[in-house]
Structure formats: structure tokens, C-alpha cells
């Protein structure tokens, strides 16, 4: 059974930082990503990594978040510094089951699996 659990999420001050992780179990994927949704807006794809660890970020992450894998513990992880109150979203983990590129890669059309998310919130 394909399975994706997040967790780190929590509430922070703006400047400060928060560690996301995804734990995966029940297939192998070709492509994760970070997406998250703000109340009102739109589902945004903030960060995604393939197979081979290439990455690619949104504008408005870029510098800020990092996006890692380690395939020994089977985790997906958002590392998000200098977290500003516009960053305050839900954010899903996500899993395709096939390799993506550029654009793609954020864009949760192309995604199959989904969990359930981990809700980030920064204060001003």
C-alpha cells in the first residue's frame, strides 16, 4: 500500500526555520516534490527532487528552501530557513510514478500520490 506521511510542520516567527519530512513506504518513486496550499489560493508546487537528486525549486523559495532525500530511510525532507509569513500553508508531500522534468516537476497534475499534510504557520 502506497503511503506518504509528512510531518515537522508547526509555527514559527518569520526568519526562522523548520525542518519538513515525508516518509514513504510501498513504492519506489521516480520524482517527490513539496507542494503546499494557502487558504484561498491555489495548490503551488514549492520544491521536487528525481531519482538522480536533481531539484528544482519555485521563484519564491529559491535560496531559502532545500529540498533532500535519503533512500536508506526512505524520507523526502523540506529544509525551509528564513521562512517569511507568506510561506504559511498546508504543505503535502507528493510522489509520481514516473521521472518528470522542469516545469513538471511542479506541477501537482503529474503527481499520483499524496499524503495527508503538515500545516506550517509564521508569525510576524
Known amino acids: 500500500q502506497v503511503q506518504l506521511v509528512e510531518s515537522g510542520g508547526g509555527s514559527v516567527q518569520a526568519g526562522g526555520s523548520l525542518r519538513l519530512s515525508c516518509a514513504r513506504s510501498g513504492y519506489t518513486y521516480y520524482t517527490m516534490g513539496w507542494f503546499r496550499q494557502a487558504p484561498g489560493k491555489e495548490r503551488e508546487g514549492v520544491a521536487a527532487i528525481d531519482s538522480d537528486g536533481r531539484t528544482n525549486y519555485a521563484d519564491s523559495v529559491k535560496g531559502r528552501f532545500t529540498i533532500s532525500k535519503d533512500n536508506a530511510k526512505n524520507t523526502l525532507y523540506l529544509q525551509m530557513n528564513s521562512l517569511k509569513t507568506e510561506d504559511t500553508a498546508m504543505y503535502y508531500c507528493?510522489?509520481?510514478?514516473?521521472?518528470?522534468?522542469?516545469?513538471?516537476?511542479?506541477?501537482?497534475?503529474?503527481?499520483?500520490?499524496w499524503g495527508q499534510g503538515t500545516q506550517v504557520a509564521v508569525s510576524s
Open positions: 507528493a510522489a509520481a510514478g514516473a521521472s518528470l522534468w522542469g516545469v513538471h516537476m511542479l506541477t501537482s497534475y503529474y503527481y499520483n500520490y
